[in-house]
């Protein structure tokens, strides 16, 4: 009688483990699931670099990006206009731009081009720069040389007020190379493995197209 009764028991014993280590591997799974985002030691400093935005904003996010980078181009298909539109637009944040030089060459043309209209002239930069992306060969072409010194001026024709022989002159002569060099220590200091990597106040994001996770660190910025 006595084995009788403890073998319904045993198999509600058995039956509870069951459910114990699947509600664990669910939880796994799902912590797997979730970006791990990184909380930083400091924020990257945005003084001297392209802002977008008002300066006193609350919340800043950095972009790490190269102009060689198709997934930056991506990003600033997909989730910039978004991001420009809610918070940017509305005073709620701004956006600070550090070029990364993943890509060689083309990458430090793209750079100095860059530099060069943000110090001549600063309101075109923007332009300048989505103008840039633009260009960026779609697909598998991506790869292929396209950043010269006649594309570069040829963007900057069409998105800035600067003086075209300025330009070349800049870039030929390497004259923000300095800039450049500020640059590249940021990569280093904050450990930029793959562009684009965005900081939002502080936190690394490890999706940077993860739209509602940059919405609930901006919003979490305003309070």
């Avoid at 030089?101 to 060069?116: C, Y």
């Avoid at 930069?125 to 006649?150: C, R």
């Avoid at 390497?174 to 939002?200: M, R, Y």
Wanted: hydrophobic share 35%; proline share 5%.
């Amino acid at each position: 009688m006595s084995n009788k009764k403890a073998s319904p028991m045993k198999y509600l014993v058995i039956i509870t483990l069951l459910v114990a280590v699947l509600l664990a591997a669910i939880v796994m799974l799902n912590n797997k699931a979730q970006p791990k985002d990184e909380a930083l030691e400091s924020h990257p400093p945005t003084e001297g670099q392209p802002t977008l935005g008002e300066e006193d904003a609350p919340v800043s996010i950095v972009e790490f990006g190269d102009f060689k980078c198709p997934a930056c181009k991506a990003w600033g298909d997909q989730i910039y206009p978004k991001v420009k539109s809610d918070f940017i637009d509305t005073g709620k944040a701004n956006l600070t731009y550090v070029n990364v030089l993943f890509h060689g060459e083309e990458s430090i043309l793209a750079a100095l081009a860059a530099e060069s209209v943000f110090k001549n002239d600063p309101e075109s930069y923007w332009d300048f720069q989505k103008e840039l992306y633009k260009e960026q060969p779609e697909g598998d072409n991506h790869d292929a040389a396209w950043v010269t010194v006649d594309k570069l001026t040829e963007v900057a024709e069409k998105t800035t007020n600067m003086d075209i022989g300025q330009l070349k002159k800049d870039i030929e002569n390497e004259a923000n190379e300095e800039e450049l060099n500020i640059d590249k220590n940021l990569v280093q200091e904050f450990n930029i493995e793959q562009t684009p990597t965005i900081i939002i106040n502080g936190t690394k994001l490890e999706d940077p197209y993860d739209y509602e996770r940059i919405k609930t660190l901006i919003e979490e910025g305003q309070k």
